[in-house]
Structures are given as C-alpha cells and as structure tokens.
C-alpha cells in the first residue's frame, strides 16, 4: 500500500502539471500546420525525394507526423480540458478522432500493401498508442469509426503490427471490444494476460466485481504513469493518454451501451469516473487543415473503403 502511495503521489503531481501540456504543444501545432499546408499546396510531404518506378507509392503513404502530430496535439487538449474541469471534452476529442482515422486507415493500407509488395509483415510499426483512438470512437458512440479501428487491430494484433509496450492496457481495449461485440476472435498474445478476468466477466451483474475491475484498471494505469521510463510502458511516458482512464470508460460505455447497470465508480487518480461517461453521440469533425487534406487525398485518389475493402 505504501508503494501504491508514493506511486499515487508521483502520478497527481503530473497530472497535475498536465494542465499546462497545450502551451508545450503550442510550437509543435505551429509546425505541423506548416507540413500540412505544403502537403496540401504541393500533393506530397516536405523533402519527399524517394521514389521507386517498379513499386510506386502513393504520396499520402508518407503522411506521418502530419496526422500524427494533430492527434497528440487535440487529444492533449482533451486531457488538460479534463483535468482542469473533470468533464469529457467531446470538441476536442473529436477532432482527434478524425485525424486518426484518417491516420489510421493509411498505416492499414500501408500494412496490406507491404505484404503485397514484399511478402513479409511489417512488425511493431503501429504505434501503441493508436488503441486509445478505438476506446475513443467507443466513448463518444461512434461504432462506425470504432469498427473501422478494430478492423486493423483484428488484422494485426496477432500478427504483431502493433508496437507492444509493457503494458497489457493496450490488449485489454482491442480485446474488450473483440468480446463485447460477440466475435471473441482474438486471443492475448502475453503470457500473463493481466485482465482476463475483466474480459471474460466483462458484463457482470455483480457491481461489486466490476468496481473491482475497474480498480485495476485504473489503478494499473496509475502505476504505469508514474513509473519510470525503463519500465517501458511507453504509451504512457509522454504527454499523451496519461490521465484519462480510457481502459475504464471504454468498459463502463461498453455495458452502458448493453443494457447494463454501472456502479458510481470513484478512483483517487482520476475521480468519479462514472460521470464522465456520454449518453449522446458525438459526431467527429474536422478542423479547417483535416478538411483541406481530405479533399487533396481524395483528388490524388486516396478511398480508405475501397482501399481497405
């Protein structure tokens, strides 16, 4: 228990500075419009040079940090919105969500094409983070970008796509959504999976257990925030996803959206969770740039459904 302390103690502390994360951002947003609007003005990224006439790539295939970089940046925002007033802000959120399923649905395409074009998956090149976007699409009820996420991880999880932490956090979410919505494809590709239990009594009638779960979850996250880089929970170890429990809100939106009675769940680090939870669906929007991109992609031929088909 008295490590537990200290951890909680090193975990409020930081989210406690986390209110200031968008003024750090604040150059890094400058930028990336920058690399955005030469995107958008030119059809391809700065200092693109490589090109190979047997196997051409398509010049979105090298958006990156364009995307990237715009989800850090609005999901921060959420976060400090969050723990600056305890509410969920859907605005921001939102435009997350947009720019990575835009982000998202090319490193999809990307993975398909590499076995295609040279017969070998592409291992531990998605980022781990990207499973906050599907707890995401979960927690603002929209189950078409949701199943549009989960269709990578269903691809890829078992075949190692994703750039695994130490975390079973992670592999919880994709999993969890696996399960709720019936297929159970899936299985942990962990020895030790930490949260089998949660997976299999996802939709217990026994509110005490699922305080229980929900415990762990974010207690595990509390743990993960505060720990140092070694430990290697790196989804955890920058100014992203840190102190919001999306493991947590993914589970408690997940049987909501069941038909399943919640317990009013509180938690040291992070508050009444249970309040945070949406009752309406947010619609994802698009910042003026997304739109802009958007239009350029699809001028250049870019469809992520009839890619991804």
């Given at each position: 228990?008295?490590?537990?302390?200290?951890?909680?103690?090193?975990?409020?502390?930081?989210?406690?500075?986390?209110?200031?994360?968008?003024?750090?951002?604040?150059?890094?947003?400058?930028?990336?419009?920058?690399?955005?609007?030469?995107?958008?003005?030119?059809?391809?990224?700065?200092?693109?040079?490589?090109?190979?006439?047997?196997?051409?790539?398509?010049?979105?295939?090298?958006?990156?940090?364009?995307?990237?970089?715009?989800?850090?940046?609005?999901?921060?925002?959420?976060?400090?919105?969050?723990?600056?007033?305890?509410?969920?802000?859907?605005?921001?959120?939102?435009?997350?969500?947009?720019?990575?399923?835009?982000?998202?649905?090319?490193?999809?395409?990307?993975?398909?094409?590499?076995?295609?074009?040279?017969?070998?998956?592409?291992?531990?090149?998605?980022?781990?983070?990207?499973?906050?976007?599907?707890?995401?699409?979960?927690?603002?009820?929209?189950?078409?970008?949701?199943?549009?996420f989960y269709r990578l991880f269903e691809n890829g999880y078992m075949k190692n796509w994703i750039n695994r932490s130490k975390s079973h956090i992670g592999d919880f979410i994709i999993l969890l959504f696996d399960r709720a919505k019936g297929d159970n494809t899936l299985k942990?590709?962990?020895?030790?999976?930490?949260?089998?239990?949660?997976?299999?009594?996802?939709?217990?009638?026994?509110?005490?257990?699922?305080?229980?779960?929900?415990?762990?979850?974010?207690?595990?996250?509390?743990?993960?925030?505060?720990?140092?880089?070694?430990?290697?929970?790196?989804?955890?170890?920058?100014?992203?996803?840190?102190?919001?429990?999306?493991?947590?809100?993914?589970?408690?939106?997940?049987?909501?959206?069941?038909?399943?009675?919640?317990?009013?769940?509180?938690?040291?680090?992070?508050?009444?969770?249970t309040s945070l939870l949406l009752t309406q669906p947010v619609a994802p929007q698009k910042d003026e740039e997304l739109e802009q991109l958007v239009a350029k992609l699809h001028e250049q031929g870019f469809n992520e459904k009839a890619l991804l088909a």
């Amino acid at each position: 228990m008295l490590i537990m302390n200290k951890k909680l103690e090193k975990f409020l502390r930081k989210r406690k500075r986390a209110i200031k994360g968008p003024e750090k951002y604040k150059n890094i947003f400058e930028d990336n419009i920058v690399r955005i609007t030469h995107y958008i003005e030119h059809g391809k990224t700065q200092g693109e040079e490589f090109s190979n006439e047997r196997l051409p790539f398509a010049p979105w295939e090298k958006l990156n940090i364009e995307l990237s970089g715009q989800c850090k940046i609005y999901e921060n925002i959420a976060q400090a919105s969050l723990v600056k007033d305890s509410v969920i802000d859907a605005e921001h959120l939102s435009y997350y969500l947009n720019y990575g399923y835009y982000e998202l649905a090319i490193a999809h395409i990307k993975q398909k094409r590499c076995f295609i074009r040279f017969g070998v998956e592409n291992e531990g090149v998605i980022s781990p983070g990207s499973v906050f976007q599907l707890a995401t699409a979960v927690l603002l009820h929209q189950y078409d970008y949701a199943r549009q996420f989960y269709r990578l991880f269903e691809n890829g999880y078992m075949k190692n796509w994703i750039n695994r932490s130490k975390s079973h956090i992670g592999d919880f979410i994709i999993l969890l959504f696996d399960r709720a919505k019936g297929d159970n494809t899936l299985k942990p590709i962990v020895d030790d999976f930490a949260y089998q239990a949660i997976l299999d009594n996802w939709n217990s009638t026994d509110l005490t257990k699922v305080t229980a779960y929900l415990n762990q979850l974010c207690d595990d996250q509390v743990t993960q925030v505060a720990s140092p880089p070694s430990k290697m929970f790196f989804e955890f170890d920058n100014m992203n996803w840190q102190f919001t429990p999306y493991a947590a809100l993914m589970l408690l939106t997940l049987r909501a959206q069941h038909g399943l009675e919640n317990p009013d769940f509180d938690h040291p680090g992070f508050g009444n969770v249970t309040s945070l939870l949406l009752t309406q669906p947010v619609a994802p929007q698009k910042d003026e740039e997304l739109e802009q991109l958007v239009a350029k992609l699809h001028e250049q031929g870019f469809n992520e459904k009839a890619l991804l088909a």
